[in-house]
């Protein structure tokens, strides 16, 4: 019985910090998609602009001048490499959501134990 009461304590800490790491991972997803979404306004802001327009980019304290087309072209870049990241995060959620679920099982196997 011991045993088996050690077994539930670990088995719910590591489905705590699934838990915990899951939740991380929404939060990352969430800041992703803010992200994605903000760049995806500035994309469109380029359509009502054309290639003679004055586009600056503050860096730092300073507003920079900036190459239509290399501005344009750093947005697209951004926007690719958030969608990456999103599918990264997106497969570690489904992975994490999946351990927590094994670990559910188990929890549930083991109490189910315990009260036999």
């Known amino acids: 019985m011991a045993d088996t009461k050690q077994d539930f304590e670990k088995i719910s800490l590591e489905f705590s910090n699934a838990q915990r790491n899951l939740n991380e991972l929404m939060t990352a997803r969430s800041t992703l998609e803010t992200q994605y979404q903000e760049n995806k306004i500035v994309l469109s802001e380029f359509d009502h602009l054309n290639e ?9 304290p300073i507003l920079m001048p900036q190459d239509y087309s290399e501005a344009k072209l750093n947005v697209n870049k951004r926007i690719e490499f958030i969608e ?4 990264r995060v997106e497969t570690k959620i489904g992975d994490e959501e999946k351990k ?10 083991i109490r189910t134990k315990m009260n036999s």
Request: hydrophobic content about 35%; glycine content about 8%; cysteine-free.
């Open 84 to 87: 990456g990241e999103i599918k």
């Open 100 to 109: 927590i679920e094994a670990y559910r099982e188990k929890l549930i196997a």
């Open 52 to 60: 003679d327009s004055k586009i600056y980019k503050l860096t730092g």
